[in-house]
């Protein structure tokens, strides 16, 4: 009895001093842990990496997919059948009955300043559309790049508030001290669309990514563009 508690007691010990592998259980898992046992030592002949990996791995098999699961998502799905007007009409468009209605910019293609000389929009987008990558684009050409989960012209009157109210964002200030705070000088579009999933990160995942493509792409970030403390970060 005391011989096994022994025993228990080294194999926890080394378990902490050692790498833990980790994959799914398969017919091969033997095979597998003899192979990384075999020639382990050639990893420790690097002295530095030596401390760092210990004596030996801890190889540990969780649960393979059975048949349930490749059988049944655990995340379903809700397919939108697209309208006659989405599939034929691609581009950014007014929705024709919204106070956002005048700052949108009727487009379908734009151009950047890198390796895509012409980007043509995808989806059918209007100021009701969720889940989009959007352009201001100002009267002197200055771009900014965003995202919004919402209804696209609840972001853009957010902006058009921002200039009105005088607030503290990059939009605001360069239309409130370059052009007299016309909100007019103001056009918006959007460029790519996102359908919710049932996942809550998902889509703001994709947007935040979308988002930096765009304002690398665009060229838009500060002093060129209105966009601030660009980041690769939604990539990591």
């Known amino acids: 009895m005391m011989l096994a508690c022994k025993q228990v007691a080294e194999t926890a ?52 997919k059975n048949l349930r699961d490749r059988l049944m998502h655990s995340h379903f799905t809700i397919t939108t059948k697209p309208t006659s007007l989405s599939e034929l009409t691609k581009g950014c468009y007014k929705c024709g009955n919204c106070l956002a209605c005048p700052f949108i910019e009727k487009t379908t293609s734009i151009r950047g300043h890198s390796d895509i000389e012409e980007f043509k929009l995808r989806h059918f987008m209007n100021c009701k559309t969720p889940g ?36 503290n964002t990059s939009v605001a200030i360069h239309v409130n001290e370059l052009h007299g705070g016309n909100v007019n000088t103001m056009k918006f579009f959007a460029v790519e669309h996102f359908q919710p999933t049932t996942r809550v990160g998902d889509i703001d995942t994709k947007l935040l990514q979308c988002e930096a493509k765009w304002i690398f792409w665009l060229n838009s970030r500060s002093s060129a563009g209105l966009n601030e403390g660009f980041t690769f970060k939604p990539f990591l």
Not at 146 to 160: A, M, S
């Open 13 to 64: 010990q080394k378990s902490n001093n050692s790498i833990r592998i980790i994959g799914d259980y398969s017919t091969e898992h033997n095979q597998i842990s003899n192979i990384l046992n075999k020639h382990w030592h050639i990893l420790e002949q690097d002295k530095v990496l030596k401390e760092v990996i210990g004596a030996r791995p801890v190889v540990t098999f969780r649960r393979s």
């Open 132 to 167: 989009v990558v959007y352009i201001m684009r100002c009267i002197c050409n200055k771009l900014y790049v965003g995202k919004t989960q919402r209804q696209f012209r609840r972001r853009i009157l957010e902006h058009v508030g921002d200039v009105r109210n005088k607030r």
